[in-house]
């Protein structure tokens, strides 16, 4: 049983990609990172021995604390945190009880380069539907929830995007984008490694009302709709992205907890 101060694997997996998940520092050593590189969604790396100087970032956030095995550097760093009064848990067991409950692992080395600040950096075409709205949807749950994404006119993606170090996605010609009848965001699930039951049920979904099958799932032309409708309700598509933020958390929950929930109208007695 975890002490008041600790969060179990399953506890936490509970909350991971929805959006009042705790920031979640790994603390691990570099020689753990080296044997198995790969990191929890969403995670910031820090260095343990440095907590005094990085404690204050994380001031009013919720945080949970990794190291391998959930013992001294995790415990030190969590105890650190508490005496700044920043509200701090560690991971039982750490990452190797994480990676062995199976909870989802993001490949460090499909991480693009972040900038000064520490944030990934996106380009992509402005006036987002469905897969441009998806990709950022992905990357700020599961990847790096402080990504910047930048929505510049078609013929200028390029150019952005190698002027100002920034990673495309979505477009002809790029890594991250469609390969055959999958879409941009079946990419990302793949090559990120977040293949999971809910997230691949919403890839279905995705894929179906951005390549307009929409037979491949009953719930494609609904979303479709919400995303179109979206598109016309925001002239700025950055508010469009942050509405539509919310869709997909719905859609997640759904995919991962509510698949077989039905709903009716209740039915009295039958008249005489």
């Excluded at 975890?2 to 705790?22: D, F, K």
Aim: glycine content about 6%; aromatic content about 8%.
């Amino acid at each position: 049983m975890p002490s008041n101060t600790e969060i179990t694997a399953s506890q936490l997996m509970r909350l991971v990609g929805l959006p009042g998940v705790p920031t979640i520092i790994d603390v691990r050593t570099q020689q753990d990172v080296d044997a198995d590189p790969r990191l929890l969604p969403a995670s910031l790396r820090r260095d343990a021995l440095g907590v005094t100087a990085w404690a204050h970032d994380f001031a009013d956030q919720a945080v949970v604390v990794v190291c391998q095995r959930g013992l001294k550097l995790s415990q030190a760093v969590t105890a650190w945190l508490l005496h700044e009064g920043i509200r701090a848990e560690t991971l039982e067991g750490g990452f190797e009880a994480w990676r062995d409950a199976g909870g989802p692992l993001v490949s460090a080395k499909a991480l693009p380069p972040r900038d000064g600040a520490g944030r990934t950096i996106w380009v992509t075409r402005a006036r987002p539907k469905v897969d441009r709205i998806a990709c950022p949807w992905l990357i700020r749950r599961f990847v790096d929830p402080d990504a910047v994404f930048l929505f510049v006119a078609a013929s200028e993606v390029a150019a952005v995007a190698e002027r100002f170090g920034a990673t495309p996605f979505d477009i002809d010609g790029v890594f991250w984008s469609h390969r055959g009848e999958r879409c941009t965001f079946d990419t990302m699930i793949e090559e990120f490694g977040l293949s999971c039951a809910p997230l691949d049920r919403l890839a279905i979904i995705v894929r179906a009302a951005d390549t307009a099958r929409l037979d491949l799932a009953p719930q494609a032309a609904g979303f479709l709709a919400a995303s179109l409708g979206l598109s016309r309700m925001f002239r700025d598509d950055l508010e469009q992205l942050e509405a539509g933020m919310l869709l997909y958390d719905a859609f997640y929950r759904w995919c991962r907890d509510a698949t077989e929930e039905t709903h009716n109208w209740p039915s009295g007695p039958k008249p005489a």
